[in-house]
Every structure is written in structure tokens, then in C-alpha cells.
């Protein structure tokens, strides 16, 4: 568990989303499994073994896995609604409803396990 290289402010912010989680946000229940079957659209961006692209000048996407559901799935509203502007996942979140968002949200946020040391 001590592979998470989280920049200053990204654990900021998610510290602060653990703090929102706390305070009653409930996300719908997800299926780690129907999950899975979904993550083929995300898998060729947000690898599971690295969280970053090969390519020296290419965008550092974050790690998904081991990520706390709720603020998965607050992180995909907010593609959806706008709210966060990267065009990339704002195409993609579109395309998810709310159970999709809950299920890949159970599936990333139980890999932390798997992930670490790959
Ligand atoms: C085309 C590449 C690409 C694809 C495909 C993609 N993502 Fe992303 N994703 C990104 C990038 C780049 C970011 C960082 C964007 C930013 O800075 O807001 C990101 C951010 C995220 C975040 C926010 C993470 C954080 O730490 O704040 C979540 C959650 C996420 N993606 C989930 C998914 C899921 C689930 C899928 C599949 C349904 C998916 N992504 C598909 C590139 C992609």
C-alpha cells in the first residue's frame, strides 16, 4: 500500500472528497464484476499495473485502482455534468449511467491489492 506517489495536491483533494464522503454521500451500490466487464473502455488510458502513459510528454493519468468508490464515482459526475472539464473523460463519462458508474467504481476502488507492486 505504500505505492501511492500522490502529488501534495492531488491528496489534498482527496482528502477533501474522503471528508464530503464522510458527511452522507452515498453511492449507489456497485458490482465489482459488472465493473470489470466495463473497465475495457478505461483500461487502454488508466492501465491498472502503472498510472502513467509510457510517453515521456503524454498526460499522467491518474491510478483508478485502490481510489475510494465514492470519489470515483463523484470524479465521473463531475466529467459528466461539466463540472471537471477534461475533454477526454467528458466523452467518455457521457456515455455512463449511474450504475455503470457505481460498478466501475466498486471494481477500481477493490484492486488496490492487485495493483500494488505491478
Ligand atoms: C482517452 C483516455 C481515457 C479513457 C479512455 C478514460 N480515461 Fe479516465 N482519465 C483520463 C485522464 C487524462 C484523466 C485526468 C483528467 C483530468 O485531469 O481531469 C482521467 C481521470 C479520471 C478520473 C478521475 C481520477 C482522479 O484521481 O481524480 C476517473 C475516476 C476516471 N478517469 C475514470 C475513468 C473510467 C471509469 C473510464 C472508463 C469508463 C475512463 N476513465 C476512461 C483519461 C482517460
Redesign the pocket.
Known amino acids: 500500500m505504500t505505492d501511492m506517489k500522490l502529488h501534495p495536491a492531488?491528496g489534498m483533494?482527496?482528502a477533501a472528497a474522503l471528508i464530503t464522503a464522510a458527511g452522507g454521500l452515498h453511492a449507489a451500490s456497485g458490482d465489482p464484476v459488472a465493473g470489470k466487464q466495463?473497465?475495457s473502455?478505461?483500461a487502454?488510458?488508466?492501465g491498472i499495473g502503472g498510472y502513467k502513459t509510457a510517453f515521456p510528454e503524454v498526460?499522467?493519468?491518474?491510478?483508478?485502482g485502490g481510489?475510494h468508490a465514492s470519489?470515483?464515482v463523484k470524479?465521473?459526475q463531475a466529467?459528466k455534468s461539466g463540472e471537471?472539464?477534461?475533454p477526454?473523460?467528458r466523452a467518455?463519462?457521457a456515455g455512463?449511467s449511474d450504475q455503470?458508474?457505481a460498478d466501475?467504481?466498486a471494481y477500481?476502488a477493490a484492486d488496490s491489492v492487485k495493483s500494488a507492486g505491478k
Not at 498526460?59 to 483508478?64: F, G
Open positions: 492531488l483533494m482527496l466495463k473497465t473502455m478505461c487502454g488510458c488508466h498526460y499522467s493519468v491518474p491510478k483508478l481510489q470519489y470515483i470524479a465521473l466529467y471537471r472539464s477534461h477526454s473523460m467518455i463519462a455512463l455503470d458508474m466501475l467504481a477500481y
